[in-house]
């Protein structure tokens, strides 16, 4: 069966410092892989998704990057935090056929303090 | 562009009490509909999903109904139990942007014993 796990589950940065926040699926190959940030108390909003390695396509300009360097694997980084970068962060694997589903990681909680 | 509309919360009802959260779509295409559910400091499940006109998606006790007429995807629970406390999300997604889910604001459901 299919699994997605993320890393870290919780992370306390200060403003300014970098971010690696890391998302492993397993159990299917070359998936569709999506990154989702949950503000607090807002709905979901669509930061990057990727067909492929190497393939990433940005959805909003903001101070995040993603990489996809291995074809289940998918990072999302930043070189220096803003205070709005805090937020719950979501990976997403699709589950092809005609319903075309998302399934999420457990999601990483990040404070920019 | 797509979206998705879902009443507000938070919606706080009594155990047994029947529960009902309106979300209304717009969409250019023939999307399929989902329900996700998000319990606390989690991240989101598929609650149930209906690909196309009067299909009814149902799991849990939980049923919603694809009403092409009224571009609706009402969720509806007969009896709910404190375990259903969460925030639950309407989402859709058309056939030329499989996984970029286009999410309503989220609906908190709050059951008390």
């Known amino acids: 069966s299919q699994t997605i796990h993320q890393w870290p589950a919780t992370l306390v940065q200060p403003v300014g410092s970098p971010l690696s926040l890391e998302c492993t699926v397993e159990?299917?190959?070359?998936?569709?892989l999506y990154w989702y940030r949950q503000a607090a108390g807002r709905g979901l909003q669509l930061l990057f998704y990727?067909?492929?390695?190497?393939?990433i396509s940005s959805e909003v300009p903001q101070n995040l990057s993603a990489s996809r360097p291995q074809d289940r694997q998918f990072i999302l980084s930043s070189k220096k935090l803003l205070l709005s970068d805090s937020g719950f962060y979501l990976c997403?694997?699709?589950?092809?056929?005609?319903?075309?589903?998302?399934?999420f990681g457990e999601g990483s909680r990040l404070t920019v303090l | 562009g797509d979206s998705v509309t879902q009443m507000e919360g938070p919606v706080t009802l009594s155990e047994e009490a029947f529960l009902t959260i309106n979300c209304t779509y717009t969409?250019?295409?023939?999307?399929?509909l989902f329900w996700y559910v998000q319990y606390p400091g989690e991240g989101l499940q598929l609650l149930l999903k209906?690909?196309?006109?009067?299909d009814k998606g149902s799991n849990k006790g939980f049923e919603a109904t694809y009403r092409k007429e009224t571009t609706s995807f009402h969720l509806e629970k007969g009896s709910v139990q404190v375990s259903d406390s969460a925030v639950y999300f309407c989402?859709?997604?058309?056939?030329?942007?499989?996984?970029?889910?286009?999410f309503g604001a989220g609906t908190q459901v709050v059951v008390t014993p």
């Open positions: 969409a250019t295409g023939y999307p399929s």
């Open positions: 209906a690909t196309k006109a009067d």
């Open positions: 989402a859709l997604s058309t056939t030329d942007s499989w996984g970029k889910l286009q």
């Open positions: 159990g299917t190959s070359n998936p569709n």
């Open positions: 990727s067909v492929g390695i190497g393939q």
């Open positions: 997403a694997w699709l589950r092809q056929g005609i319903t075309g589903e998302l399934f």
